[in-house]
Structure formats: structure tokens, C-alpha cells
């Protein structure tokens, strides 16, 4: 059985810091809504769009820009001895 995790990385500057975001979701619906949670930043992101491999999204404010890719990564599960 093969098992999906999707990674998100990227890097945001919000008023002269330099953030660096590296997260790990099993679901796609969570790395939604932790793009969606950066709104309490104060930060508007845009959908994400596919490129490639990855789905990138932009984000940006009055403070502070950047840009976040969200990329799918397949794992395979070890089998079981009996």
C-alpha cells in the first residue's frame, strides 16, 4: 500500500524577517488550511497552481511577500513477515 505526504516549503519576509516554513501534511485538505491560516499573519495567498511537480502559491501584504510550493511525495509502506 502506498501512502502520500505532501511537504510545504518555502520563504516569507513579513516586516524585515526572513521566515523559513518547512512542513509535512498527510492530507492535502491540512496544507490547505494552513496556507489559508497565514491570513492571521496578515498575509492574502493565492490559490495554489500547479507547475510542474509542484503547486505553488504566492502570498503577499503591505508588510511582507513570498512564495510557498507544496509538493506530493509517494512512500511506500513496509510489508509485513508473518
Same mark, same amino acid.
Given at each position: 500500500?502506498? #501512502? #502520500?505526504?505532501?511537504?510545504? =516549503?518555502?520563504? &516569507?519576509?513579513?516586516?524585515?524577517? $526572513?521566515?523559513?516554513?518547512?512542513?509535512?501534511?498527510? +492530507? !492535502?485538505?491540512?496544507?490547505?488550511?494552513? #496556507?489559508?491560516? &497565514?491570513?492571521?499573519?496578515? &498575509? =492574502?495567498?493565492? +490559490? &495554489?497552481?500547479?507547475?510542474? +511537480?509542484? !503547486? #505553488?502559491?504566492?502570498?503577499?501584504?503591505?508588510?511582507? +511577500?513570498?512564495?510557498?510550493?507544496?509538493?506530493?511525495?509517494?512512500?511506500?509502506?513496509?510489508? $509485513?513477515?508473518?
Amino acid at each position: 500500500m502506498k #501512502v #502520500v505526504k505532501y511537504i510545504l =516549503t518555502g520563504k &516569507l519576509s513579513i516586516g524585515g524577517k $526572513e521566515i523559513q516554513i518547512d512542513r509535512k501534511f498527510r +492530507e !492535502m485538505r491540512n496544507a490547505k488550511q494552513y #496556507v489559508k491560516s &497565514l491570513r492571521n499573519l496578515g &498575509l =492574502t495567498c493565492s +490559490e &495554489l497552481k500547479e507547475q510542474g +511537480e509542484y !503547486m #505553488v502559491t504566492e502570498c503577499r501584504s503591505k508588510v511582507g +511577500e513570498g512564495t510557498l510550493e507544496l509538493r506530493r511525495q509517494r512512500i511506500a509502506k513496509p510489508k $509485513e513477515k508473518k
